[in-house]
């Protein structure tokens, strides 16, 4: 079923490529008009530009911004609002995981801790607080979805200890957003991907022996892939999740399920 997003306008964070690509261009297909989010200009400028083909004109729209910078957030939503394009729907999906850095507790630097804390859990905690705002004002509800990770739920991290603790801290923001905002018409929930193969992953995460012992804790047997994520964050972005919010849905391969 097409069109399930006709007449939401989204904005997706991390939209220059990977996970939050694969989701702005599906959300475009579905009817949506959506913000491709990302501090790398060029990337949020080429993925706009190469949305998928049946868009209809200023369905796909490039925004700047740095999720670690407030100034930047408040700038970027001030945009969208005076370009008459308030978001509907708001996925907080940009992150980094800082890998040859990032380590067990006792090992990884206070550089290393602050850089990530900066960008997965303070800069979530930004997009969302002014995605309320905007939805506040706007006075017509909206749905915050937020990517998390399995290693925010159990000890799959253990050798990335400031990834995890973001992730967990990522979760619970979520669940706040959600009891807070209920009554203004606000949801807000968690989509947990599990080992998603992108061309960052494969570039930076390890050697194939590394991710092949990581697939074989998948249930299923493989690893994900961005598009396994897309249709989770077309429902919850939809009318068809109404009832559903405070949630942590898990697209993992049964991972945590373990």
């Known amino acids: 079923m097409a069109g399930r997003l006709t007449g939401k306008t989204a904005l997706v964070t991390g939209a220059g490529s990977g996970i939050g690509r694969a989701i702005a261009d599906r959300f475009v297909a579905e009817g949506a008009r959506v913000v ?37 957030v408040a700038a970027g939503f001030e945009a969208l609002v005076a370009r008459g394009a308030v978001p509907d729907v708001v996925v907080a999906n940009a992150g980094v ?66 990834y995890s603790s973001t992730k967990g801290g990522v979760h619970a923001l979520v669940r706040a957003t959600a009891m807070a905002y209920a009554r203004d018409g606000i949801r807000a929930n968690t989509v947990v991907p599990g080992y998603t193969e992108t061309a960052l992953v494969q570039a930076i995460s390890g050697d194939p022996e590394s991710r092949a012992a990581i697939v074989s804790r998948t ?20 009318d068809e999740s109404s009832y559903a919010t405070g949630a942590l849905f898990r697209v993992d391969g049964g991972m945590t399920s373990l």
């Open 36 to 72: 491709y989010a990302d501090r790398d200009a060029a990337a949020a400028t080429a993925a706009a530009a190469s949305a998928p083909a049946a868009a209809a004109a200023d369905s796909a729209i490039a925004l700047t911004v740095d999720i670690a910078d407030e100034s930047s």
């Open 97 to 162: 995981q800082l890998f040859g850095h990032d380590a067990k507790v006792a090992d990884v630097s206070l550089e290393t801790w602050n850089r990530t804390l900066a960008v997965n859990l303070t800069g979530t905690f930004l997009t969302v607080k002014h995605a309320v705002r905007a939805m506040l004002a706007a006075g017509a509800g909206g749905s915050v979805i937020v990517t998390g990770s399995p290693t925010g739920l159990n000890g799959e991290g253990a050798d990335f200890a400031a």
């Open 219 to 238: 249930p299923l047997g493989r690893a994900g892939t961005p598009d396994d994520v897309t249709g989770i964050m077309v429902y919850l972005a939809s």
